[in-house]
């Protein structure tokens, strides 16, 4: 058992890396080998990349693909993916060429309002807690001049801070639920120096305020952090045709019509098949947010969030046929960044974000959206017509012979192969074996 370490975070590279090869893998060249390899050769970009986050050892590289041929409001887009699962690249491709003769993708931001809270314990009168609210709003407003003078001359900035009675959902739980437009920011930074600037106002005002001094009751500050549940922050994007235009091989347009209409209701009634649903949705919207430098984890967390709104998890996509026209649509919640973080730092960020044609954030939206549902479409068409996995598998020979380490010309001959025999691990592994008997 190794001992722990202390003051790693202050050891050069160099010495981390001595020291997790001595202790974890005893001292194997290999090990460090496997980190050098993945450095990038340029001292200046590497040393870049280490300041990214703490504690760098290494790179960790995933591929970045193109999907072409998105049609989005009359303009051409070549869209960026970074993600590590085979099959998304092609899917989404694939979706955006069936669309590119039948009108392309429509998208609208709705909204792009986003929130954050200050958590207040407040056990004394509740009128007196509204009361002294009235008082010193507009302190609290004042108090953020600074903080908002630039984000205010863009246009954006507070737009509202309200009090919330929560003490109906946990006793003595009040909130100050405060609303943002942070333009193309994400703005977390900055709302989060507003809120605890709100708390320490308020915490302030409270010790003077008469109604709590002579209870001897005031409200306390639990924390003061943003949400990244971002309702009010939508984006729509769909796309749509006459169903006669929709037919595929061995299916007639109207019938492949209704069974995505009947797919997507099977999404909505039950939250097992629309978990891998919006999953698949994800992939498309995920990739598209690492390859832009934003935060996919915030992303995922709040477009999940918004798949529950009613209720019960459902699919977030939806689809209709009426008077034999098809539509399809997503309405999904997206706090994304254009400025900021690794939108201005990251070299390949930049060059998404000039492949896209320099989107500001409302844009980025909808160029996000119109991912996700492209890979939603493409997904849905595989399944009620020849099924997931032929596609699937096809796209995943490739790292099957990887795996097996398969020469050039066996990898020629298996993808040969493949072309009108079922993949499978198994039936890959066997014929490269045969090859090699």
């Not at 600074?146 to 739980?173: A, Y």
């Not at 749509?240 to 019509?257: E, I, N, P, T, Y």
């Not at 974000?353 to 119109?370: C, G, I, S, Y």
Request: proline share 3%; with cysteine.
């Amino acid at each position: 058992m190794s001992n722990p370490i202390s003051g790693f975070s202050k050891l050069s590279k160099a010495q981390k890396i001595a020291w997790l090869t001595k202790t974890y893998f005893k001292a194997n060249e290999q090990a460090t080998d496997v980190l050098k390899r993945y450095w990038n050769s340029d001292n200046e970009l590497q040393k870049l990349h280490d300041d990214f986050i703490e504690n760098t050892i290494s790179n960790y590289y995933l591929p970045m693909g193109i999907a072409p041929n998105f049609l989005v409001n009359q303009d051409l887009y070549a869209i960026p993916m970074v993600i590590e699962e085979s099959s998304v690249v092609a899917a989404a491709s694939n979706a955006a060429k069936f669309w590119l003769d039948k009108g392309g993708f429509t998208t609208q931001v709705i909204s792009t309002i986003k929130n954050g809270q200050v958590h207040l314990n407040f056990f004394g009168n509740t009128a007196d807690m509204t009361a002294f609210f009235g008082v010193v709003k507009p302190k609290l407003i004042a108090s953020i001049s600074q903080v908002e003078t630039n984000m205010k001359k863009r246009g954006g900035g507070l737009l509202d801070i309200q009090l919330i009675d929560s003490t109906d959902t946990l006793d003595g739980f009040f909130q100050l639920h405060c609303t943002f437009e942070t333009l193309d920011a994400m703005g977390a930074n900055f709302i989060n120096t507003c809120l605890e600037t709100f708390a320490r106002t308020l915490e302030r005002e409270a010790k003077s305020y008469k109604a709590f001094i002579t209870s001897q009751t005031y409200p306390e500050v639990v924390m003061s952090i943003l949400s990244n549940y971002t309702p009010e922050c939508l984006v729509r994007a769909s796309v749509s045709c006459h169903v006669d235009l929709l037919a595929q091989k061995d299916l007639d347009g109207r019938l492949f019509a209704q069974k995505i209409v009947r797919a997507i209701a099977i999404a909505k009634a039950t939250p097992r098949r629309a978990v891998t649903h919006n999953k698949g949705i994800m992939n498309g919207i995920d990739a598209v947010i690492l390859a832009t430098g934003n935060d996919f984890r915030a992303v995922e967390a709040a477009v999940h969030a918004y798949a529950c709104k009613d209720g019960q998890y459902s699919s977030l996509t939806h689809a209709s046929v009426e008077n034999d026209i098809f539509k399809m649509w997503i309405e999904l919640p997206l706090a994304l960044g254009t400025v900021g973080g690794l939108t201005s730092l990251h070299p390949l960020v930049g060059f998404a974000f000039d492949l896209l044609q320099k989107p500001n954030a409302k844009k980025l939206m909808q160029l996000v959206a119109v991912a996700g549902l492209a890979q939603n479409f493409a997904a849905l068409r595989s399944l009620v017509t020849t099924g997931i996995q032929k596609g699937h598998m096809k796209m995943h020979l490739m790292n099957i012979l990887n795996g097996v380490q398969a020469t050039d010309a066996e990898k020629a001959l298996a993808v040969t192969h493949f072309t009108s025999h079922q993949v499978s691990h198994s039936a890959v592994i066997a014929f490269v074996e045969q090859l090699r008997a």
